[in-house]
């Protein structure tokens, strides 16, 4: 299984919901990320958890609460969002991290925040 | 935040004709990796050439790495319109622990 699955894979959202958005990966990975895309931007990093403890944080709004819950999950907990943090929100996963490995991606999670 | 830059930012070709597209970085790298992403979904992994290779295949793709001149270039041969998709490059210019992306080439292949 070289799969990353990611649920809901659309998701419509009013400014005072509260929502999560979930990841599952069965390949063994001990890293595991999320990225947010624009249209037509590069994917950019958000969170980053090794061997279930959040590594990297990029300066990201606490309106995006991480959870690693185990070694196979990855949630993004979301919470009074504005409307310009409407984008693909993508989860990757990779043996150990770093940047020697390659990643693998869900195929996301299309956030619209009315 | 710091991203790579790869050119052109669109490139529309025919079916059969080959595409070729850039990506460059300012600094050193130890791995440059290149993705393709299709609609807006989810990146997949092609290749990933390390610092001290000059050359990879997979395929119908070859991806080149010139150290000196600081560039990579993806060549896809006879193209097919499932190639049409979005191109990433990405390297460790910066850090060992994430990666830094180009900013894209959006590929049409016309039938």
């Known amino acids: 299984d070289t799969e990353v699955t990611q649920t809901p894979k659309h998701l419509v959202m009013g400014m005072t919901n509260k929502k999560s958005l979930k990841c599952e990966q069965h390949m063994g990975h001990r890293a595991m990320y999320w990225y947010k895309q624009k249209a037509k931007k590069p994917p950019e990093l958000m969170f980053v958890y090794s061997y279930e403890k959040l590594s990297i944080n990029e300066s990201v709004p606490s309106r995006f609460s991480p959870e690693c819950p185990n070694s196979s999950l990855l949630n993004l907990h979301l919470h009074a969002l504005q409307p310009e943090d409407s984008a693909l929100y993508l989860c990757a996963s990779s043996p150990q991290g770093g940047t020697n490995e390659k990643l693998f991606f869900g195929s996301g999670t299309q956030l619209s925040v009315l | 935040s710091q991203q790579g830059e790869e050119d052109p930012q669109a490139l529309s070709i025919q079916e059969g004709e080959n595409a070729t597209m850039n990506c460059s970085y300012k600094t050193s790298i130890n791995n440059l990796q290149w993705y393709r992403q299709n609609s807006g979904r989810g990146l997949v992994h092609l290749i990933l050439?390390?610092?001290n290779e000059r050359e990879k295949h997979s395929g119908r793709l070859r991806v080149t790495l010139d150290t000196s001149k600081k560039s990579s270039s993806l060549l896809i041969t006879a193209s097919r319109a499932a190639d049409t998709a979005s191109y990433f490059c990405?390297?460790?210019?910066?850090?060992?622990?994430?990666?830094?992306w180009g900013a894209g080439t959006k590929l049409i292949i016309k039938p």
């Open positions: 990405a390297t460790d210019e910066y850090s060992n622990y994430q990666l830094i």
């Open positions: 050439i390390r610092s």
